[in-house]
């Protein structure tokens, strides 16, 4: 059955960097546009980062130039580098192929001032 596990989140300062990854199961990464999507305190999880089966990528406004996606299908795994993070970063994040229905646990992020 399909799996993402995303590990790599913790309590960061504003201004520094975190990796996530996401290591999928169940099917077939190469084919698949994966996403990363943040769920903040309170507010709608929303997608921050995209990238497609050929490498495509496309950021939300608000991480444009901070954030960057990327794939290694060989390894079935998805990765987010988050770099300068802002207090606004904080939230759960997960990733998934475009129109999964299954999510992971996700991973936490914190920034502090």
């Known amino acids: 059955q399909v799996q993402l596990v995303e590990s790599g989140g913790g309590m960061v300062q504003a201004g520094g960097s975190l990796r996530l990854s996401c290591v999928t199961s169940g099917f077939i990464l190469s084919i698949y546009n994966m996403g990363w999507y943040r769920q903040a305190p309170g507010k709608q999880r929303e997608l921050v980062a995209h990238?497609?089966?050929?490498?495509?990528?496309k950021y939300a406004d608000s991480v444009k130039g901070r954030f960057t996606i990327s794939r290694d299908d060989a390894q079935n795994t998805v990765y987010l580098q988050m770099s300068r993070l802002k207090l606004e970063d904080t939230g759960v994040y997960y990733c998934?192929?475009?129109?999964?229905?299954?999510w992971g646990q996700g991973t936490q992020v914190t920034v502090s001032s």
């Open positions: 990238v497609t089966s050929y490498d495509a990528t």
């Open positions: 998934n192929r475009d129109g999964g229905e299954t």
